[in-house]
């Protein structure tokens, strides 16, 4: 398989994809029609901060679990004509 | 809330100028796509990938702007004003942690095969990493049939926000016979004197088709990333334009807390292993052929950084105002103060939700033309990509898989792809206009469905070397006859009416249609021959 990913690095994003995984499933704030700031419902709230703390796992994996070896594997020179049907 | 009406006044006059402004855009569109064929150099590798030129900032925006479809705004908001704010759990931050994940984990091996061994189109690498031609004829039509409902989606979407939008605009030419309330009075239809969506969607896929044709691929980049911007812009202005007009957020939600309480909670609209099962949808874009067709249009692998990073904020910036636009609609109409456009058998049409707030709300005629862009830019910014895919695949994986590249000049090439696109357009618009009443919602969950459940293929062939071409058709037969048994129920048979949304014990159909792939890929991969030893050497190298 290629994975250069740095292997720490890739358990620690998987670890964090898993908290977030079964934090997306908030039982807690089912019923909670409280309002966030006034306007804006508890459960859309936690969501929302929800999507930003995917951004910050994703920015974590790209800069600790970088497929380097991976990419310049991409880049190194193609193998023309590989594929019959390729253009 | 008195003081505060919005239902339609019959006898006034309207004013044309957010059509003026949408034709104004259209004419942009137009010379975009003019613009991007200067940069055309003329050979199918450009048409079909770009050459692969594009950064990170075209990728992140025609990525999203692909994926966001009206099936984000429309269909968001419409699920809001009958759901409540589980919608956004439903999709939108499972979106962020799934779509992320598939763009970091296959997405970037994907397009480190497709530059290495020259691919443009999906079926291209699953041929070669299955070791078979026949499998790519066995996948096309699959993925055709899937994508239609994807590109009705949109098609549908453009003639439900166009009409109410435009309403009383052209009272001789497009007038409605009046509706008859069950008291006996009669009220101007809500929709009369509006652009009908026969008209509104033959003009968005004939300004759509016009630029994909000039620059393939690169022009719905192009298209996409100044579509994206619109819509992410004219999404949050939509969202303050009629905040203000509620009296500002606090003020808007207390008409939701007084009038429709049960839309700020999921308690009673979503269970909780429903909500767990959407899960699986966004899995779905592992399986996009055009998102394929996306990534192989990265300059490098590193283009990938921002899309992967900026994706869940993106999704968020446009889902929650939308959200919220939706609630707010469903307290307002149940507060007798929004008069939404009815379905044909009664009851309010929620897709409509959301042009109908912008079409009451926003009284500034040049920002109501501008929303109306923003949200036809969103439509446009995924139908243009699964134009220009269904046309790469159609040239590439079956034209050039049967007869050889040789056999065609690139020019010929081009000019299949396109026959081949307006054949797709004409038949997805005669489609939309017979399925125009369909819910813009239930047509993408069972098209992403669909993709969502072929998700073990694209997974299975990047990351288990002991995936092999029975487990490939095992997979893909599973997920079809599945499929079909379950759309069949839900659709034909109507086995999800009375309870809002077709659900099998509890769960989205997807989870058993995605669980019988699964189970196809496994069982037909241990059950036949192994991949040969060269075909697990290309997939799987030994990186230093």
Known sequence: MIDSHSSSGSKLVWVFFLLLFFAHQDFWFWSDDSLVLGFLPMGLAYHALFSVACSGLWAFACFRSWPEKLEQWADEDGVPGENPSST | ?544
Not at chain 2, 3 to 20: C, H, K, N, Q, W
Not at chain 2, 220 to 231: G, R
């Open chain 2, 1 to 544: 809330m008195n003081d505060i009406i919005f239902l339609a006044s019959a006898g006034e006059p309207v004013t044309r100028t957010p059509l003026y402004v949408l034709m104004v855009y259209m004419g942009l569109l137009l010379a975009l796509g003019i613009l991007s064929s200067r940069f055309f150099r003329g050979t199918s590798k450009d048409y079909f990938v770009a050459s692969q030129s594009i950064g990170p900032f075209m990728l992140l925006m025609s990525v999203f702007g692909t994926t966001m479809t009206g099936f984000a705004l429309v269909g968001s908001s419409g699920k809001a004003f009958s759901q409540g704010i589980g919608t956004y759990g439903l999709m939108a931050s499972w979106s962020g942690l799934l779509h992320s994940a598939v763009f970091f984990a296959i997405g970037i091996k994907l397009w480190s095969f497709g530059k290495k061994y020259g691919y443009v189109t999906q079926i291209q690498f699953f041929r070669d990493r299955f070791d078979s031609k026949q499998l790519g004829y066995l996948l096309f039509p699959i993925l055709v049939l899937l994508i239609i409902p994807y590109l009705l989606v949109g098609l549908i979407s453009v003639m439900k926000v166009v009409q109410p939008i435009t309403s009383g605009m052209f009272p001789d030419t497009f007038g409605l016979p009046d509706k008859v309330l069950p008291n006996g009075k009669s009220i101007t239809h809500p929709l009369s004197g509006g652009v009908p969506g026969w008209l509104s969607g033959l003009v968005v896929s004939t300004v759509v088709l016009f630029y994909v044709f000039f620059g393939g691929v690169r022009s719905a980049v192009w298209a996409n990333t100044f579509q994206t911007v619109v819509f992410m812009i004219t999404g949050v202005v939509a969202f303050y334009m009629i905040a203000d007009k509620l009296g500002g957020v606090a003020s808007a939600a207390e008409i939701v807390k007084n009038h429709a309480p049960d839309k700020l909670i999921r308690e009673g609209s979503i269970g909780n292993w429903h909500f767990f099962s959407y899960l699986l949808i966004p899995l779905s874009v592992g399986m996009f052929p055009h998102l394929f067709q996306h990534w192989l249009t990265a300059k490098n692998a590193k283009s990938f950084r921002l899309t992967v990073i900026a994706h869940p904020i993106c999704i968020a910036i446009v889902w929650v105002p939308c959200i919220l636009i939706g609630i707010w609609a469903a307290g307002l109409y149940a507060a007798g103060d929004l008069r939404i456009p009815p379905l044909p058998g009664g009851g309010p049409n929620a897709n409509a939700a959301l042009a109908t707030m912008v079409r009451t709300l926003v009284e500034n005629p040049l920002l109501s033309g501008l929303l109306m862009s923003g949200i036809l830019a969103a439509i446009m910014s995924s139908l243009d990509s699964q134009f220009v895919c269904l046309g790469t695949m159609f040239t590439n994986d079956v034209v050039v898989a049967a007869v050889g590249k040789e056999k065609y000049s690139d020019r010929q090439l081009i000019f299949l792809s396109r026959a081949f696109i307006v054949v797709i357009v004409l038949v997805s618009y005669f489609m939309a206009l017979y399925l125009q009443g369909s819910s813009v919602f239930s047509l993408g969950v069972w098209c992403f469905s669909g993709f969502a459940a072929l998700f073990p293929l694209v997974f299975a062939a990047v990351y288990w070397k002991r995936a092999s071409l029975g487990g490939a058709v095992g997979c893909i037969l599973a997920t079809l006859v599945s499929w079909c048994y379950f759309f069949y129920q839900d659709i034909f048979l109507d086995a999800g009416a009375g309870h809002g949304e077709y659900l099998v014990q509890g769960v989205m159909p997807v989870t058993f249609v995605f669980l019988a792939s699964a189970a196809g890929m496994i069982l037909g991969s241990l059950l036949t021959e192994p991949p040969a030893k060269e075909t697990i050497k290309k997939f799987f190298p030994t990186l230093s």
